[in-house]
């Protein structure tokens, strides 16, 4: 069972906090670059520092499997220069103005800049990958990259109305969310003889699919003063998630016709909203959503059991609560 004490990704990081810092050392390196406008573009991301959550999957992986080094240290820093890539990218596509509180590349430079931007670190990361001469790890990440690509596009079918349904929704965060946590665990794993490649690979991706589960479950659960944006934002934004979707069978004819007037009305009220949220709710949607990412939590839990007890394997154990309980 995934651990029911409250946990912070600063207790997470603790087995690899070094690690860590060497990681995020080294993606400043590999983002340098001698053409001015790129580094100011890149002094403005490295000070959006996030939380590092993928590179420390990748690291924890690494030590339950074998040593840590310097080739695990760019490891993780690839991955979240890939992270960061698909931002910039997303940031464009939706027009963002802010991220973490901080202006966006494409608000403070433009969206040319931005998407030229985000190219560039995909492919630094590539380059990176050749360097390192680790071809299993330079399969992963390229297959990562290219399922995100294909989530990207899976992100603007769901924008398209009732139609968009849990199959689609389950294939819509396998690629854009859990393929990288799959693939930072599966990188990871890379390290000794990769003993538990395997399982590391299946907890990352059940990990990732619980991580988004609980990431939509706050848009009609979480409070802008926690969160960081306001309550129905992916509803105002007409993204269908899991919770719309699993309350949707459980509608009256005319609560499923509110639904899609909020769905074709290019500015919804704050009202509006809430009255769809409020719906899902009444229809049981959060809570069977709530069951699900559970469900995927104690799947991930489950991949770890063949792993020998250590200080890292804890912290991905630890992981599992982080993912489901966290408020952003």
Do not use: W
């Not at 939706?94 to 560039?120: C, E, K, W």
């Not at 492919?123 to 989530?151: F, H, Q, W, Y």
């Not at 770890?304 to 966290?326: K, Q």
Request: hydrophobic content about 40%; glycine content about 6%; overall charge negative.
């Amino acid at each position: 069972m995934p651990s029911q004490t409250a946990v912070t990704l600063e207790s997470i990081k603790q087995p690899i906090q070094a690690e860590l810092d060497a990681a995020f050392q080294e993606l400043s390196r590999i983002v340098r670059s001698d053409f001015s406008m790129i580094n100011d573009v890149n002094s403005h991301l490295l000070k959006l520092r996030g939380k590092l959550f993928r590179p420390t999957l990748a690291l924890l992986a690494a030590r339950v499997s074998g040593e840590v080094g310097e080739r695990e240290a760019t490891l993780a820093a690839i991955v979240e220069l890939i992270h960061v890539a698909t931002l910039v990218h997303d940031d464009s596509v939706d027009h963002s103005a802010l991220r973490r509180g901080q202006p966006t590349i494409n608000s403070l430079f433009s969206h040319q800049v931005s998407v030229i931007m985000g190219d560039y670190l995909y492919s630094r990361a590539i380059v990176e990958l050749v360097d390192l001469d680790c071809a299993p790890a330079l399969k992963v990440m390229s297959r990562v990259t290219n399922e995100m690509t294909i989530g990207e596009m899976r992100q603007l079918q769901s924008h398209d109305g009732l139609g968009f349904d849990e199959r689609d929704y389950d294939l819509l965060i396998k690629a854009k969310t859990a393929s990288l946590m799959s693939g930072a665990c599966e990188v990871g794993a890379l390290s000794g003889n990769a003993p538990y490649r395997e399982e590391l690979r299946k907890y990352g991706l059940l990990l990732g699919m619980a991580f988004q589960v609980a990431d939509d479950l706050l848009d009609y659960t979480g409070s802008e003063a926690v969160t960081g944006k306001p309550t129905g934002l992916d509803l105002k934004e007409h993204k269908i998630t899991l919770p719309l979707i699993l309350s949707l069978p459980s509608m009256s004819t005319a609560e499923r016709d509110r639904v899609q007037a909020l769905m074709d009305d290019p500015d919804p009220t704050e009202e509006a909203v809430e009255e769809i949220v409020g719906i899902v709710q009444d229809r049981g949607g959060i809570k069977a959503a709530g069951e699900r990412a559970s469900e995927l939590a104690e799947n991930a839990h489950d991949e770890l059991e063949g792993i020998p007890a250590s200080e890292a394997r804890t912290a991905l154990v630890d992981c599992i609560t982080y993912a489901i309980e966290r408020r952003r």
